[in-house]
């Protein structure tokens, strides 16, 4: 959620800097709306004052004897029109709150404007492979070597499911160990976040209310209203992003790193074409995220460092890939700057990403009440949030799968997942 001091002293700043989401907005009405009820809590405070001199006013005058029925009948209407008066308020606290929610985040000031086409490719690791032989896709190779069966997952579960089968379940289950060892000796904390979360988390991570169809909601008491809903998690972000709502962390304790596994569920509208085919998207796939609650002054060289984070993975799985710096209109709604790690997929001609590291500044942290207690200033202070994959498999495990295949349809297995895997080479049944 956007400041709104911000908002009431530079409106045109604002909205010019949303324009580089390609997102307009008019600040007018609320801003109206805004005026009015700081009026009408001036006129409420006003009241009370009244009220509280009167009530300490009337036994005074009750001890000498004198009339007080006129007094009492001011308290009457004094309660009446307080009463009133916040009844007007509380009606333009949920249009500026539902106006303000509905707001993107802010994208960071060396963030280009415009949408994807204005990506930018700032480096790369490895070549592209080269083939001495007619390559195969991921989907025949899987098929071949029995790691994946599609027919039974879409049985399962519909299309967008597959079901891992034995080296296939092992190379999945190696890759999550690899990501989880390297992140503990980084030193990030380990956490194994509920999987069924509530509308609060998904409003704190700034997916709510805009995005609440991208979910997989369950089944509630529709006479409880939609903070009573529930849905399965999309990320592991939404459930660490909301570890510390509504908390005051101590400075000292700062930064604070953490990391969780957990299945993404996810409706992923938009079908499922010939281009993306196989595992490169789909309902369920398996991620570890990396996020951190940082110092505001801090919280770019944090994700700078989850991005190096992210393509050390990369680089020990001796994957070809490229880092991107998406435009202000690719970045998602609550971000303020995204990095993404692009995976190069030879059988679809194009990287995909693998990770999305991004920093959130202070949006996620001001929509879930998740401030510190700064040692300098003695003030409660708003955090600075942060994201990372590190890393989502769906697309990891096709790449492996076509940049190391082999003329005889196997497929070398990278060194450190051997272990998990048992094999350095996958060959076909």
């Given at each position: 959620m956007l400041d709104i001091q911000l908002i009431r002293s530079n409106p045109t700043a604002v909205a010019t800097a949303l324009k580089k989401k390609l997102f307009d907005v008019d600040f007018k009405e609320f801003l109206t709306w805004d005026e009015e009820a700081r009026r009408l809590t001036n006129d409420v405070e006003a009241l009370r004052a009244r009220r509280n001199k009167v009530s300490a006013d009337?036994?005074?005058?009750?001890?000498?004897?004198?009339?007080?029925?006129?007094?009492?009948?001011?308290m009457k209407e004094i309660g009446n029109r307080i009463k009133a008066i916040e009844d007007e308020k509380t009606?333009?606290?949920?249009?500026?709150?539902?106006?303000?929610?509905?707001?993107?985040?802010?994208?960071?000031?060396?963030?280009?404007?415009g949408g994807k086409e204005n990506n930018k490719v700032?480096?790369?690791f490895g070549n592209q492979p080269?083939?001495?032989?007619?390559?195969?896709?991921?989907v025949e190779l899987a098929a071949k070597l029995g790691l994946i069966d599609y027919e039974r997952g879409a049985k399962l579960g519909g299309n967008g499911f597959w079901v891992y089968n034995g080296d296939g379940?092992?190379?999945?289950?190696?890759?999550?160990?690899?990501?989880?060892?390297?992140?503990?000796?980084?030193?990030?904390?380990?956490?194994?976040?509920?999987?069924?979360l509530n509308y609060q988390g998904g409003f704190t991570a700034g997916q709510f209310p805009k995005f609440e169809d991208d979910v997989f909601v369950l089944r509630g008491?529709?006479?409880?209203?939609?903070?009573?809903?529930?849905?399965?998690?999309?990320t592991a972000e939404t459930a660490l992003v909301n570890l510390h709502r509504d908390e005051i962390l101590n400075d000292s304790d700062l930064p604070k790193r953490y990391f969780s596994y957990t299945p993404c569920y996810r409706k992923e509208a938009g079908g499922y074409g010939s281009t993306e085919r196989g595992m490169v998207r789909g309902h369920q796939f398996?991620?570890?995220?990396?996020?951190?609650?940082?110092?505001?002054?801090?919280?770019?060289?944090?994700?700078?460092?989850?991005?190096?984070?992210?393509?050390?993975?990369?680089?020990?799985?001796?994957?070809?890939y490229q880092v991107s710096k998406l435009a202000a209109a690719d970045c998602s709604a609550?971000?303020?700057?995204?990095?993404?790690?692009?995976?190069?997929?030879?059988?679809?001609?194009?990287?995909?990403?693998?990770?999305?590291?991004?920093?959130?500044?202070?949006?996620?942290?001001?929509?879930?009440?998740?401030?510190?207690?700064?040692?300098?200033?003695?003030?409660?202070?708003?955090?600075?949030?942060?994201?990372?994959?590190?890393?989502?498999?769906s697309r990891l495990f096709p790449a492996i799968l076509e940049q190391f295949q082999q003329a005889d349809g196997s497929v070398r297995v990278p060194e450190v997942l051997q272990a998990w895997v048992g094999k350095d080479v996958l060959k076909p049944r």
């Amino acid at each position: 959620m956007l400041d709104i001091q911000l908002i009431r002293s530079n409106p045109t700043a604002v909205a010019t800097a949303l324009k580089k989401k390609l997102f307009d907005v008019d600040f007018k009405e609320f801003l109206t709306w805004d005026e009015e009820a700081r009026r009408l809590t001036n006129d409420v405070e006003a009241l009370r004052a009244r009220r509280n001199k009167v009530s300490a006013d009337i036994p005074q005058l009750k001890k000498k004897g004198e009339d007080v029925a006129g007094l009492m009948q001011e308290m009457k209407e004094i309660g009446n029109r307080i009463k009133a008066i916040e009844d007007e308020k509380t009606g333009l606290d949920q249009k500026i709150n539902a106006f303000l929610a509905s707001l993107p985040n802010m994208p960071a000031e060396d963030v280009v404007a415009g949408g994807k086409e204005n990506n930018k490719v700032i480096r790369s690791f490895g070549n592209q492979p080269n083939f001495g032989f007619k390559p195969k896709d991921h989907v025949e190779l899987a098929a071949k070597l029995g790691l994946i069966d599609y027919e039974r997952g879409a049985k399962l579960g519909g299309n967008g499911f597959w079901v891992y089968n034995g080296d296939g379940a092992l190379l999945e289950w190696g890759l999550l160990n690899y990501f989880i060892d390297s992140h503990r000796k980084a030193g990030y904390q380990f956490i194994l976040p509920p999987h069924i979360l509530n509308y609060q988390g998904g409003f704190t991570a700034g997916q709510f209310p805009k995005f609440e169809d991208d979910v997989f909601v369950l089944r509630g008491d529709p006479d409880k209203g939609k903070e009573h809903l529930q849905f399965l998690v999309p990320t592991a972000e939404t459930a660490l992003v909301n570890l510390h709502r509504d908390e005051i962390l101590n400075d000292s304790d700062l930064p604070k790193r953490y990391f969780s596994y957990t299945p993404c569920y996810r409706k992923e509208a938009g079908g499922y074409g010939s281009t993306e085919r196989g595992m490169v998207r789909g309902h369920q796939f398996n991620k570890i995220e990396l996020f951190m609650y940082a110092r505001p002054e801090e919280s770019d060289a944090m994700l700078e460092q989850m991005i190096e984070r992210g393509e050390k993975l990369m680089q020990g799985l001796g994957l070809h890939y490229q880092v991107s710096k998406l435009a202000a209109a690719d970045c998602s709604a609550s971000m303020a700057k995204t990095y993404d790690i692009e995976v190069w997929i030879p059988s679809m001609n194009v990287y995909k990403e693998v990770s999305s590291a991004s920093n959130a500044r202070d949006y996620q942290a001001r929509r879930g009440g998740m401030r510190y207690k700064d040692a300098r200033s003695g003030k409660n202070t708003y955090l600075h949030t942060l994201n990372a994959s590190g890393l989502a498999t769906s697309r990891l495990f096709p790449a492996i799968l076509e940049q190391f295949q082999q003329a005889d349809g196997s497929v070398r297995v990278p060194e450190v997942l051997q272990a998990w895997v048992g094999k350095d080479v996958l060959k076909p049944r």
